[in-house]
């Protein structure tokens, strides 16, 4: 089964999204390292948002770095601005929607 896109609820480009993101690292060395492996994920796999991005997309990125460092780097950079794209709204919240598990009542006897 082929995961598809989700719709898009931003109308702001990848280098708009990633300029409001960045400012929140007050060390100018993390915010650059956010700023270049995020533009390098958009430009890499030509989603024009969050919202085009799938999971095999984003997985086959990471996974293209050659050190096992740079893959959990990657990964967790690209988490992280992913989860602050759905706090912010620029994604839709389609977990949200989702009813949680049934867990069956303890017994007491």
Known sequence: MALRPLPATSALVPSQLIAEFAPQYANPVTRH???????ALFEATG????AELTESTVLRWCGS??????????????????????RSGHLPD????????????????
Request: contains cysteine.
């Open 94 to 109: 389609v977990l949200g929607s989702l009813p949680g598990p049934k867990i069956p009542a303890a017994r007491r006897d």
């Open 33 to 39: 390292q956010y700023e270049a492996t995020l533009m």
């Open 65 to 86: 770095a050659r050190a096992n460092n740079t893959v959990r780097s990657r990964l967790s950079q690209v988490n992280t601005f992913l989860r602050w794209c759905l």
């Open 47 to 50: 989603a024009h948002g969050p």
